[in-house]
């Protein structure tokens, strides 16, 4: 049985895929993190009362009630840190626009879908991502 070795060049490629990759995910989820949402956005001090409601309702819930407030307390504590914790933007998008169009070539993502997804144009134009025909 013969050992195969990968070669230093498919090793540095596969370095590089895993930092274009972490650059384009790093600020779509920034991007999507920031996207308008319908309704009325959650303030700290709700979601604090609405923790505040869950505890109060868990001492004389049954089994299952308190498990399913288990759950729902989690999913709040979790908004909570979502507001606490505001990406970096300005970072994730220099990252995006230096390695987007190699990560987007390798990958075979076009133009609009970028479009779709929410990137804004000048930060494709910046990427040096443009649409073709």
Known sequence: MSERTMTDEHKAAIAAGRIEAAAVRDYLEALDAHR???GRKPTAESLHAKRDAI???MGEAKPIKRLLLMQERR???TAIERLQ?????????AGFVT???GYGQRKGIQYATWREFGVPADVLARAGIVRSN
């Open 55 to 57: 505890d109060a309702q």
């Open 99 to 101: 390695h987007a169009a």
């Open 36 to 38: 308008p949402r319908r």
């Open 75 to 77: 999913d709040v504590e």
């Open 85 to 93: 914790v505001e990406p970096d933007m300005a970072s994730a998008e």
